[in-house]
């Protein structure tokens, strides 16, 4: 009897290359993106097992794109300004970078997403990352990006998520002060429409109620500026305050700044924290809570790149890095 040898598939290529179907089709195509790392075995693999593409399936993935784009959400385009924007965009072009991808960025109106059609309604768009993404943002995701799309802030089934653990970093922030005999702490929140806004101010308002401890809040925008007159607010609301949990870092110097600026003490009389630990928290001594933003920004660009199978949420740990501001 004679045995007929069955050809190898796409689908042996890829599992003996240990990357995905659509991977090795890339690989295979000459077209698309895929590390050199992914391309080397690959082509290993199909030149091991004696793999001849098919014609027409390589026509099936020409025009992949050349760029991936980073669409952040925003009440104006100032959103681009944000030092933490600079740090996720240039991060993503590093992790671009061996695959021969641009990157481009674009602000998304936060009460005109369907602007984010319009933006990946380019074929050159090869892959999303959303930042700052609302429900509104995932629910126009065009269908041909997804398992090619990733959103830092909240996900869904279709598209995958990674973030701070803002809830577990402020709980260790306000878990401290209390520790350190700090009972009546207010805090200068972020904007509401903000899922990692929502999640500290969450745990701070849960973890007082459970102390039994009233609730002091400030509306906040994550800067300085706002820091500086939440201060006083504070102060003004709340004379006996004597511990204030800023939003961000930035807005915790504000925060600083104005109450050295009117004679108050920090921490004598009123402890500060913050939250991202970034550079200049270490210069002024600010108890913060730390925020790995590239490696988020890489995780999520790896998950557009090589469309990996993520859960709808990945979160990254925050912990708590104490210094002399409380």
């Known amino acids: 009897m004679t045995t007929v040898r069955r050809h190898a598939t796409l689908e042996d290529v890829a599992r003996a290359a240990g990357v995905s179907r659509s991977t090795a089709s890339r690989v295979l195509a000459e077209s698309g993106f895929a590390s050199p790392i992914a391309r080397e075995r690959v082509r290993d693999a199909a030149e091991r097992l004696g793999y001849v593409p098919n014609a027409a399936a390589r026509a099936l993935v020409r025009g992949a794109g050349v760029r991936l784009l980073v669409a952040v959400a925003g009440t104006s385009p100032t959103v681009l300004d944000d030092s933490y924007l600079d740090q996720v965009v240039s991060t993503t072009a590093q992790v671009c970078a061996p695959y021969g991808l641009g990157v481009t960025v674009a602000w998304v109106p936060l009460d005109q997403p369907g602007q984010l059609a319009r933006l990946a309604d380019?074929?050159?768009?090869?892959?999303?990352?959303?930042?700052?993404?609302?429900?509104?943002?995932?629910?126009?995701?065009?269908?041909?990006?997804y398992g090619r799309t990733a959103s830092i802030g909240?996900?869904?089934?279709?598209?995958?998520?990674?973030?701070?653990?803002?809830?577990?970093?402020?709980?260790?922030?306000?878990?401290?002060?209390?520790?350190?005999?700090?009972?009546?702490?207010?805090?200068?929140?972020?904007?509401?429409?903000?899922?990692?806004?929502?999640?500290?101010?969450?745990?701070?308002?849960?973890?007082?109620?459970?102390?039994?401890?009233?609730?002091?809040?400030?509306?906040?925008?994550?800067?300085?500026?706002?820091?500086?007159?939440?201060?006083?607010?504070?102060?003004?609301?709340?004379?006996?305050?004597?511990?204030?949990?800023?939003?961000?870092?930035?807005?915790?110097?504000?925060?600083?700044?104005?109450l050295r600026a009117d004679g108050v003490r920090v921490p004598a009389d009123v402890?500060?924290?913050?939250?991202?630990?970034?550079?200049?928290?270490?210069?002024?001594?600010?108890?913060?809570?730390?925020?790995?933003?590239?490696?988020?920004?890489?995780a999520a660009a790896t998950m557009v790149l090589e469309e990996r199978t993520a859960p709808p949420m990945t979160m990254f740990p925050s912990s708590l890095v104490l210094r002399e501001s409380a």
């Open 271 to 298: 402890a500060v924290t913050g939250f991202d630990d970034i550079p200049l928290a270490s210069v002024t001594a600010l108890t913060t809570a730390s925020h790995p933003v590239r490696r988020i920004a890489a």
């Open 154 to 258: 909240i996900g869904s089934t279709a598209v995958p998520s990674v973030d701070i653990d803002n809830g577990g970093g402020t709980s260790a922030i306000v878990r401290h002060l209390y520790a350190a005999g700090r009972r009546r702490i207010a805090m200068v929140t972020g904007p509401a429409w903000l899922a990692c806004s929502r999640r500290s101010v969450e745990a701070y308002r849960g973890l007082l109620r459970e102390a039994g401890l009233p609730v002091r809040e400030v509306a906040g925008d994550f800067s300085a500026a706002r820091g500086r007159s939440a201060a006083r607010e504070v102060l003004h609301r709340w004379p006996d305050t004597d511990a204030i949990v800023g939003i961000s870092d930035a807005t915790a110097l504000g925060v600083i700044d104005q």
């Open 122 to 145: 380019d074929r050159a768009v090869a892959g999303l990352v959303l930042v700052n993404t609302t429900e509104a943002l995932l629910d126009v995701v065009p269908r041909r990006l």
